[in-house]
């Protein structure tokens, strides 16, 4: 009989060929971990190339679930379980589990020619992988699939592909997990296909069965109950929470929303979820190309749109000319930049933080614009709701950066209500009074918006320089110097309207970590670590990139040393050491196309402490 093992949390991850579901299997598991209150955190992991040959290393799939009573801010640096559909998923991922971990095999992949195709030299994974103590189970995964539904509608091709189920079923018996939400996903996903639902219910429970009966587990696993604040819950990923942001943002402010995008990966999931809600009045357009994108939503915020688009970082390259352009025309904008792994076409389904210097300065001439960057998946709904009315309150254009991680990666989210949201008021020119398209407030620094077809707002607009009250092209070199400063001077401004750095710890101490973006979650993970081993360290992690907030400097100068993470070459520590140049800032990079774990931060935080 097995043992019962009593967890706080647990780490699983689910890995095959690209076409054998590891992605819906992993939703599957966290969905139904979310619905009884576990707090969730997931990474997917897809494979660089479209489709690579299949049973070789590169074509692996992965997704990782962590799933706990308490707080879970990670997806977790290793597994406690691995399920490998076949021979290279075992290879791609052995080195992710745990000492004591678990691993689930497909015996009857692990044959001559798929071990051959993964790259081992014997007929011996675990020995070649140096995995004797681990527990490995050889579950005949396919073969009992088939099984299970011989005499059934399914045919050969189908019962294969069901054999993500049937590895989903033992899963949930190893964790002490009911499968009755699967199946109720069954019930609607396939209600057009009954027969579909009876064969992947039939998978499922055989799985369920097969881990019940085997004598081949020597543990299962129990976590605790689920303590998730009260409230109504979602999971929910970066790309549809920042879509949804956006939509609550055109909501507030009484504007239509518009977003002109090119497909690019991993940016493609908020173009098409604001495709789908035309319901909710969101206008979209699939562009020919980059700049075409951006272009036509320039145009949707002349014409009085809550104006997006979206891009990768080879995308916001190509973008650069015309985002200068609503600079300069002073037109707001939301350009969100989910970023991946590079340079050019880099590792496109991997993550990286590396164009913060981009958003920054990746455009000719003087051209300020406002930098934000998303913390986590369910705070890329808040991120795209700020960047959307800062956009239109100041009149500019904001860069709003997410990474591959959060962007594919998802959590449980409050859906909260909209009243504790601001209001969002653009500075709408009223119809016919004496308009001067330049002329400005004395608080924000922001031009009034003259919509198109109201009477009295006619204005001329371009890429040329203005004139700094009539709109008129320029060439006056006194006006030039006098514009020039005042769009820096107005995205400066924005500091008066955004939160004070805060600080997660004490305000003072011996580090400060300092980061940005998608590193959240693990930057917060160590920090905590430490501080209950006694460490005096905390965490300023960024939201505002551009301007900084005002208190950034006050905060960094408590601390005997400053240290900034990110997934770059150190770009943030630039940036900090160019405003704060008298503050020395250490930093610590990565750049794999992975996010840090725990572990290494640690042991990375231990060592500056004790002065190393």
């Known amino acids: 009989m097995a043992i019962l093992n009593e967890r706080s949390n647990i780490v699983i991850r689910f890995s095959g060929d690209s076409g054998d579901g590891m992605q819906l299997t992993g939703t599957l598991f966290s969905d139904t971990s979310a619905l009884l209150g576990y707090s969730v955190s997931t990474f997917p992991d897809y494979p660089a190339e479209i489709r690579a040959p299949q049973g070789t290393v590169a074509g692996v799939s992965g997704f990782q679930v962590h799933f706990g009573a308490a707080a879970v801010n990670t997806p977790g640096d290793y597994c406690d379980v691995l399920v490998a559909m076949n021979p290279a998923a075992l290879k791609a991922n052995a080195k992710w589990m745990k000492k004591d971990a678990t691993a689930i095999l497909d015996a009857d992949t692990f044959d001559e020619a798929h071990l051959k195709k993964a790259g081992f030299a014997t007929g011996d994974p675990v020995a070649e992988l140096r995995l004797k103590g681990y527990s490995i189970i050889w579950a005949p995964i396919t073969s009992l699939t088939k099984a299970a539904l011989k005499g059934s509608d399914a045919d050969a091709k189908t019962a294969t592909r069901c054999k993500n189920m049937f590895a989903l079923g033992i899963c949930y018996y190893l964790f002490n997990l009911p499968p009755e939400h699967t199946e109720a996903y069954f019930a609607s996903k396939f209600k057009k296909k009954p027969a579909l639902i009876e064969i992947n219910r039939t998978v499922l429970k055989g799985g369920y069965n097969y881990a019940a009966n085997t004598h081949a587990f020597a543990n299962t696993y129990k976590v605790a109950s689920g303590q998730l604040e009260k409230g109504t819950y979602r999971i929910i990923n970066g790309n549809v929470a920042t879509a949804w942001g956006l939509i609550a943002a055109a909501e507030k402010s009484g504007r239509k929303l518009f977003c002109g995008s090119y497909p690019i990966t991993p940016a493609t999931g908020i173009l098409e979820e604001l495709a789908a809600r035309k319901d909710l009045g969101v206008k979209t357009l699939q562009a020919e190309d980059e700049i075409a994108g951006i272009c036509t939503a320039i145009g949707a915020s002349f014409a009085g749109n809550l104006a997006v688009t979206t891009t990768s970082g080879p995308g916001l390259a190509l973008k650069g000319e015309a985002l200068g352009l609503a600079v300069m025309a002073e037109l707001p904008l939301v350009v969100v930049d989910v970023q991946r792994s590079g340079p050019s076409t880099g590792l496109p389904t991997k993550t990286e933080q590396a164009d913060l210097a981009q958003a920054l300065y990746g455009r000719n001439g003087e051209s300020p614009a406002v930098v934000m960057a998303a913390s986590s998946p369910s705070d890329c709904f808040s991120a795209a709701f700020w960047a959307a009315k800062i956009a239109l309150e100041h009149m500019t254009p904001v860069v709003l950066l997410t990474d591959g991680y959060i962007a594919n990666g998802s959590e449980p989210w409050k859906i909260p209500s909209m009243k504790s949201y601001p209001a969002i008021t653009p500075p709408i020119a009223p119809e016919g009074e004496s308009y001067q398209p330049y002329l400005r407030d004395a608080q ?116 005997k040393r400053v240290v900034a993470c990110e997934l770059n070459m150190g770009q943030l520590a630039g940036l900090l050491r160019a405003k704060l140049p008298h503050i020395p800032v250490l930093q610590y990079n990565k750049v794999q196309g992975l996010p840090f774990t725990v572990a290494e931060l640690v042991q990375k935080f231990n060592d500056l402490i004790a002065g190393e």
């Open 444 to 559: 924000r620094l922001a031009r009034r918006w003259g919509i198109p077809g109201a009477k009295g707002l006619e204005h001329r607009i371009g890429g040329l320089e203005k004139d700094a009250l009539k709109g008129s092209i320029s060439h006056d070199p006194e006006n030039h110097q006098k514009m020039t400063d005042l769009r820096a001077a107005k995205v400066a401004r924005v500091a008066d309207f955004i939160p004070d750095l805060k600080v997660a710890g004490d305000p003072s101490g011996d580090l400060l970590v300092a980061g940005w973006g998608g590193t959240y979650g693990h930057l917060l993970s160590a920090v905590a670590q430490l501080r209950a081993s006694g460490k005096r360290v905390s965490l300023a992690h960024f939201s505002y990139l551009n301007p900084l907030p005002k208190n950034t400097e006050a905060v960094l100068s408590q601390f």
